[in-house]
């Protein structure tokens, strides 16, 4: 157990429609990253927050956004979904702003399905 | 632009031999890479890393073997155990060049026989 933990973990729905994931961080961890794993993809890295500000982002479509809270848990919103938005969300945290020497720790992942 | 490679997607090793997994980069500025170890259902798990100043690191049955001129890295896993069979990632982080998160391979599926 990680100790990050990510609802809902299976989720399917239609194109259009709109998804919220949802992402609570290790106690003490400041920092969530948001990756995406599509079918024969490696992670892909979404986008950062460190202690409720946008840090860094990646790949992140612009129909994807995401936010974290005061309370340190984030939420990552898919709005106008496509099948090829269809793919396993991770969130992963850890304690520090940057990546430092790169641990992170990753919840069990979202899994999405659009049909 | 994939900036680390895993080019075999999949590994077959008996029980007990020795098990290595490929990685391939292509940014010379990355300062640390690190491998992952995923279960199905679960979450990448950090298993072991090396700084890019070394060329070697060791913990237990885990070494991972850095050559920097060939921008290659290689995972040893000896002796190789039924509960090594995962799917494992390599990834890459370049420290201070802005917190963007792991760059990550696409994974080798390592299975071991009995």
């Known amino acids: 157990d990680s100790g990050v933990t990510q609802t809902p973990k299976h989720l399917i729905t239609a194109t259009g429609q709109r998804v919220t994931l949802r992402c609570s961080p290790r106690s003490g961890d400041l920092s969530v990253y948001w990756y995406q794993q599509s079918l024969d993809q490696g992670l892909q890295f979404l986008i950062q927050y460190y202690n409720g500000e946008e840090r860094a982002k990646g790949n992140i479509l612009e129909r994807f956004s995401a936010q974290q809270f005061p309370d340190l848990h984030s939420e990552l919103n898919l709005s106008s979904l496509e099948l090829g938005d269809s793919a396993l969300y991770f969130c992963a945290s850890s304690v520090a702003s940057g990546v430092n020497t790169g641990e992170l720790f990753f919840g069990e992942g979202s899994r999405l399905t659009v049909l | 632009d994939q900036q680390v490679k895993q080019n075999s997607p999949s590994l077959s090793v008996q029980e007990g031999r020795i098990s290595i997994l490929n990685c391939d980069y292509t940014?010379?500025?990355?300062?640390?890479f690190l491998w992952y170890k995923k279960y199905p259902a679960e979450g990448p798990t950090f298993l072991i890393s090396?700084?890019?100043?070394?060329d070697k690191n060791e913990d237990g049955r885990f070494t991972v073997f850095l050559n920097k001129s060939a921008k290659h890295l290689s995972l040893h896993i000896v002796p190789s155990q039924p509960g090594d069979s995962a799917v494992y990632f390599c990834a890459a982080v370049r420290v201070g060049g802005g917190a963007d998160g792991l760059t990550f391979g696409k994974g080798t599926h390592l299975i071991i026989q009995p």
């Open positions: 940014n010379s500025m990355f300062d640390y």
């Open positions: 090396i700084s890019s100043i070394k």
